[in-house]
């Protein structure tokens, strides 16, 4: 039996991989190499001392997924691969709809065609309305603003009425907060193409000298020290999240979407704090003004990840500060030679 893995060579598809393989399971990964390079799975085989089946193919292609799952005895599936961009997809929604949702619909066809059943989705905290309370619990109302986060809830909304057709299937909707971080080894970590969008991989590259400096998003929120906050979650927490969420499908039936978070929230300048304090390092940074869509806090409640699957962050924020520039030190151009 093995776990075929879509989007497996990018950010969070690697160290899920990584933790998976630690833990015993046989894994088998497509991915498109859109946005990543096969070289992480050559690190994460370097790491784990186990080898990686890969496929550069197209989940959108459903002969091809068949044809995988056939081979590999595939039991289980999680479902990283899609465009994650909040901007871009402003700028190209067309995309965005055709690759997040076709994708799915024909990754859950290959999946009714070979009789596979169990899924985890890779869904969001941005499906949560503006007007909720935090921290947010999975029952809060849902909502999106740009097409990148309705791909996210229309996705879920899918595989929700799947769950009611087919009601043997166990679905895992897993929300994820603000991944960061990398694998300790610092051999893998997040690539992103181009000027960084998110805070940390930005602070990152302004700490080795690709960036001038930081603009920090508006200091005029309503937060403790005026800049946004934000639920960050260490990436090996959140593969050893997915780990949970396989053992836990193999054990319910239906579809439960499920928060993964630390349940504390830090603003921009305590990361800016964290990251100088934990390195060494200097981060020059400018107030800027307010990105436009950004909210002052979004902070989950963890308590149902706990509860169900068993499962809670462990590292701190030293530790994903520490962990990043392991990473961008020891790669200053990511996985490009
Ligand atoms: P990533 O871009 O590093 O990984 C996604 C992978 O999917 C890439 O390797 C890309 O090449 C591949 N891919 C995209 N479309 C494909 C297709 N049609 N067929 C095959 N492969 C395809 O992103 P990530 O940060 O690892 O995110 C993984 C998932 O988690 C995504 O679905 C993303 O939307 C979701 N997510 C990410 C964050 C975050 O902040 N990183 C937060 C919430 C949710
Ligand atoms: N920020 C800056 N300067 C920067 C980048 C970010 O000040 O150069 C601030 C933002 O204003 C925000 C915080 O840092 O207050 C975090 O911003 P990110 O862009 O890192 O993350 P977001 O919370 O905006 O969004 C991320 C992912 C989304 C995902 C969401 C889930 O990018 O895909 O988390 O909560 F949906």
Sequence with gaps: MSILITGGAGYIGSHTCLCLLNKGYDIVVVDNLDNSSKESLVRVTEITGREIPFYEADVCDTEKVIEIIKAHNVDSVIHFAGLKAVGESVRMPLEYYENNLVSTLHLAEAMVKTGVKKLIFSSSATVYSADNEVPLTEGGRLGCTNPYGWTKYMNEQILRDVSVAHSDWSIVLLRYFNPVGAHESGKIGEDPSGIPNNLMPYVSQTAVGRREFLTVFGDDYD?????????????????????????????????????????????????????????????PYKIGPRRPGDLAMVYSNPEKAERVLGWKARRNLIDMCRDIWTWQKNNPNGFKK
Excluded: W
């Design 223 to 283: 937060t403790p020290d005026g800049t946004g906050v934000r639920d960050y979650i260490h990436v090996m927490d959140l593969a050893e999240g997915h780990v949970a969420a396989v053992e836990y499908a193999q054990r319910f039936t239906g579809c439960d979407a499920i928060n993964l978070g630390t349940g504390v929230g830090y603003s921009v300048l305590d990361m800016v704090k964290a990251f100088e304090e934990a390195n060494g390092v200097k981060v």
